[in-house]
Nanobody
């Protein structure tokens, strides 16, 4: 079965950095474009970033451009999100998921629990 497990979230001060990881299993990871999405308290899911299957093409929501970097290691079935210059607005639960061609994301049964990122003084 498909399994996605996020990790790396933490409490960090504004301006700090975190590296999120997503361990994937149960599917041919290297065949799928992947995304990071997040959900802030009281808000809906927000797409953050995507990366193609080969890892040579990336996209980002405007608010994180220049601060976040998505990457992947297909040999290890791992997806990453390096987050620098974190802002309080980045506070959210972060999830990894196969990229949705529609651009709209809905939690699926195989999604992991997400990892909490809290940016606060």
């Amino acid at each position: 079965q498909v399994q996605l497990v996020e990790s790396g979230g933490d409490l960090v001060q504004p301006g700090g950095s975190l590296r999120l990881s997503c361990a994937a299993s149960g599917f041919i990871f290297s065949s799928y474009s992947m995304s990071w999405v997040r959900q802030a308290p009281g808000k809906g899911l927000e797409w953050v970033s995507s990366i193609n299957s080969d890892g040579d093409s990336t996209t980002y929501v405007e608010s994180v451009k220049g601060r976040f970097t998505i990457s992947r290691d297909n040999a290890e079935n791992m997806l990453y999100l390096q987050m620098n210059s974190l802002k309080p607005e980045d506070t959210a639960v972060y999830y990894c998921a196969p990229k949705e061609i529609t651009g709209t994301y809905q939690r699926a049964s195989y999604w992991g629990p997400g990892t909490q990122v809290t940016v606060s003084s």
